[in-house]
């Protein structure tokens, strides 16, 4: 079966359409059973700047998706994760990359670890996702237990400046349909790195860099 990928954007707007205050937006996710290029993200960011141009300019925005391992073979190769891939985006290039992407349940908060990422300027042929999400970009993969993610907890970004404890999503402690035939237990203490570059090279294929 094909791994199922679920998608949420957040972000923290200067004005609000009726306050003139900061809000912090989270969209509810969506679940997809495709893989994810390139050219699909930007589809998604161009979709968000659609959707949020009334904010313009936002000051930071992030998105991310999530890969499970596609069966329970899979799910033993990869020693028990996932693979998160997280799009950040934002006015100020001082605030990328982000100091750190972790999980906190309440009790415990577990940082996680970067498996290849890219910092870069908006293309120009993106012209409204520029002027409506930021001039600066960057994208990374990390790794995920996916015992953390059957959890309740927060999933939880640290900009490099101006903001931290940016939460873009919450984890309910369900665990999705779609996972529920793996055995999920207590994560290897890191994964199997063959195995993972397997998956993210079906999943997220033109995302892992060096």
């Excluded at 994760?81 to 100091?99: F, R």
Aim: neutral net charge; contains cysteine; aromatic residues 8%.
């Amino acid at each position: 079966m094909r791994t199922t990928v679920l998608a949420v954007a957040a972000l923290a707007c200067g004005v609000a359409a009726q306050a003139q205050e900061p809000v912090h937006l989270i969209a509810p996710g969506t679940t997809f059973r495709s893989f994810v290029a390139p050219a699909t993200l930007n589809d998604r960011l161009r979709a968000a700047a659609t959707e949020y141009r009334r904010y313009a300019p936002v000051p930071r925005i992030s998105l991310f998706d999530l890969a499970f391992p596609s069966s329970p073979t899979e799910y033993r190769a990869v020693g028990g994760y996932a693979v998160l891939l997280i799009t950040a985006m934002s006015q100020d290039s001082a605030e990328l990359p982000l100091a750190r992407v972790y999980v906190n349940d309440g009790t415990h908060v577990e940082a996680l670890l970067v498996l290849s990422s890219v910092l870069s300027v908006t293309d120009s042929s993106l012209g409204e996702v520029r002027h409506t999400l930021g001039r600066y970009r960057f994208d990374a993969l990390y790794s995920i237990p996916v015992q953390s993610i059957v959890r309740p907890g927060q999933l939880v970004i640290d900009y490099a400046r101006h903001r931290s404890g940016f939460v873009i999503h919450e984890f309910t402690g369900e665990v999705p349909e779609m996972i529920r035939d793996l055995p999920i237990g207590r994560p290897a203490a890191a994964p199997d790195t063959v195995a993972l570059n397997l998956l993210i090279q079906r999943e997220y294929p033109g995302f892992l860099r060096p």
